[in-house]
């Protein structure tokens, strides 16, 4: 028998009431994605996330303790996620939740936070519209406009034309709608346009049709992973660097940890993004020594990674704050005024009044350090920037 989510929500409030009294373990819902192709960037945000709990996990008041709860929601899978966070609040009562590497996803959750007063802290997911689904959603990550925007008025002084490429799925959309305000209103000429299904792994035709139109740059996104090595193939194959077209785009399409699998054809590519791994700052050197010391001295934390460990940050502060003892709407007045100054991307805190992040955002070349791929940073583009979509679109 399926009861109505209000009706398992009011057994919710009255089971945390009679827990808060009794018991001080807070408990945290973790939404990643484990299985199916695009398992890498859910394997990423699980490490962040680990590694943060191995090394502050004792960094509590008295008597309080966490317990993660981990649930795969298997790609980017509206109704595995959304019943996936349903199964947390009402059957886990979970005080939290956090992850989610897929903006469809996270939309499809965010209703389920507002019914059920449960705050979610978004460690991927981009989406730029999301905060505004629900009053107890929060994002630690980024939306694809603040990197995209400024790129593409940076690439207006540098490129008279430029080719899109983007994935074909919202955030891909976002980021080719943004890249194109900013690079038009200083002036850019875009030659072509091209949308490639999120299935897809051949990106020869789309290469070839870059090629042709002979662009000054391309200007790319997709989700990372695999895709981003197949595309960079694509381009070092096809030999678009040797014909004079510079390869531009947000970070995902050089994210650190799939970087060394790109080859020589990454070296030169430009991106906008807000966390390197070999960014110069004390509080990164420390996380990625951190990391690699837990995972391996091969590999390199990415974006995922240090946003998930950020995201549990501000879960474990908002529990300090309140001494174990959460209260969703003072969590939410909390997470409001959340500043960290030395998190691993540098400052960041959330705007109070849209619940997304602020931060710098770094142009960053692929250079080789030390023999190994790396995105080197080479300038603040923005500094404590915030998101500039709910700016040009701002909520009625």
Known sequence: MRLKLSTLIAVLALSAAVGSATAQTVKIGVITTYSGPTAGQGDQLDKGFKLYLKLNGNKLPPGVKVEPIFRDDTGANPDAAKRVAQELIVRDKVQFLTGVVWTPNAAAIAPLTAEAHVPFIIANAAGWNIPRMSDYVARVSHTLPQSAYPLGKWAAKKFKRVYTVVADFAPGHEAEAAFIKGYKDAGGEIVGSARVPLANTDFIPYMQRVKDAKPNAIFAFNPGGKQ????????????????????????????????????????????????SAAGDRPANKSFVAAYKKEY????????????????????????????????????MQLIRNYKNPDSPRGPIQIDPETRDIVQNEYLREVRKVNGQLANVELEIVETQYKDPWKEFNKAK
């Open 296 to 331: 391996g001295e091969k590999l390199n934390p990415g974006y995922m990674a240090a946003v998930a460990w950020d995201a549990m940050d501000l879960i474990f502060h908002v529990i300090r704050e309140q001494k174990g003892k959460i209260d969703p709407d003072k969590t």
């Open 228 to 275: 981003a090595t197949a595309q960079m193939k694509a381009f070092g194959d096809l030999e678009l660097g040797k014909a004079g077209i510079k390869y531009i785009g947000t970070g995902d399409i050089t994210a650190d940890e799939e970087l060394q699998n790109m080859g020589d054809a990454a070296l030169g590519v430009l991106t906008v993004h807000h966390y």
